[in-house]
């Protein structure tokens, strides 16, 4: 360890003064000091403001700081769907879009349990929206018992249609496997969030993540997200927190390719979006290796040229990691 390294314990003690952590730009991954800023923040809501985007020179992580006030994220978390995404997807284009990157995360999850022989019979997921992975879960497993903590209030309905256990802290609820698809991205100390949701993960239980790889490079703006991971950080994060047969991968169009989409494709991808939506669904529907598990032309025509279903050798728009609980 050089010396711009502190251990995890001290890293945690200063975490609890977290205002102080956080103004110095201490790593949330790996607690280097060795951090620079990299780029201003780019955002829409007041409590961003003064934020900026500032690379761990140890471990690579991408991450905003000073990091808005916990309170500030609460309440901007907890109206989730309004403030970020102007409501619930409810759209039958949209309704194809999220069931079908629900059941491609679920393909790529389903590889290493199989690989490993383990058996999930309790899941426990955090942030699961309106339920899209949850639903996708229990229509291939309809004898798990499936707990959820959701702090947009928006999605209970839903998730309780579904017959999601709704919980308030991760505490009391015994898993098999935990999931966090799109949510740590958000987290203003990851390691004692992990930490928190697998406290009662079973040994050599399943931990499943995924996350916007590096989304900075190629989006106008950083709101919502705080964190911005990619594979080094990724692999580190879960190697300090004690988690054993870590498997990371890129999944989705490059970087380099969205970094270069012209405005002649974005342009041919909204035609393309129109006549979908108007039922012109069959010539967009190719079945490409990856999408097995989508059975309806109207899945597959909606993902297709987001390649969620392709890993990627290098970086690419997310990042999927699963691992074991020692
Ligand atoms: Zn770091």
């Known amino acids: 360890m050089n010396s711009n390294h502190i251990d995890l314990a001290e890293w945690e003690k200063m975490n609890k003064d977290s205002e102080k952590a956080l103004v110095m730009a201490i790593c949330p991954i790996c607690g280097s000091r060795n951090s620079r800023r990299q780029g201003a923040f780019r955002y829409e809501h007041s409590f961003f403001e003064g934020c900026s985007r500032v690379i761990c020179g140890d471990c690579e992580m991408v991450f905003a700081a000073p990091m808005p006030s916990e309170a500030d994220l609460s309440s901007y978390n907890s109206s989730y769907f309004a403030t970020a995404h102007g409501g619930q997807p409810s759209s039958p284009t949209a309704q194809a879009f999220f069931t079908a990157m629900a059941r491609l995360r679920l393909a790529f999850l389903k590889g290493f349990l199989d690989k490993h022989r383990i058996v999930v019979q309790r899941v426990l997921e955090l942030g699961p929206g309106p339920g899209f992975f949850a639903r996708s879960w229990l229509e291939q497993a309809p004898k798990s018992i499936y707990a959820a903590i959701e702090t947009d209030r928006s999605s209970h309905e839903s998730l309780l249609k579904i017959g999601v256990n709704l919980v308030d802290t991760a505490d009391e609820v015994s898993a098999d496997l935990v999931v966090m698809s799109h949510v740590l991205e958000h987290v203003r100390e990851p390691v004692g969030f992990v930490k928190a949701a697998t406290r009662g993960l079973r040994s050599g239980g399943v931990l499943f993540i995924e996350v916007p790889c590096r989304d900075w490079e190629h989006k106008t703006i950083d709101e919502p997200h705080i964190l911005f991971f990619d594979k080094v950080p990724m692999l580190l994060f879960l190697n300090n927190l004690g988690f054993t047969d870590i498997e990371i991968a890129y999944y989705g169009q490059t970087i380099s390719q969205l970094k270069t989409n012209s405005k002649l494709h974005s342009v041919l ?21 990856g999408m097995e598990t989508l059975t309806d032309p109207l899945q597959r025509a909606m993902v297709g040229p987001y390649g969620a279903h392709r890993e990627s050798t290098e970086p690419a728009w997310w990042l999927r990691a699963v691992a074991r609980k020692r």
Do not use: D
């Open 269 to 289: 991808m909204r035609v393309r979006s129109k006549l979908i939506s108007w039922g012109l669904v069959v010539p967009f529907a190719t079945t490409q290796a």
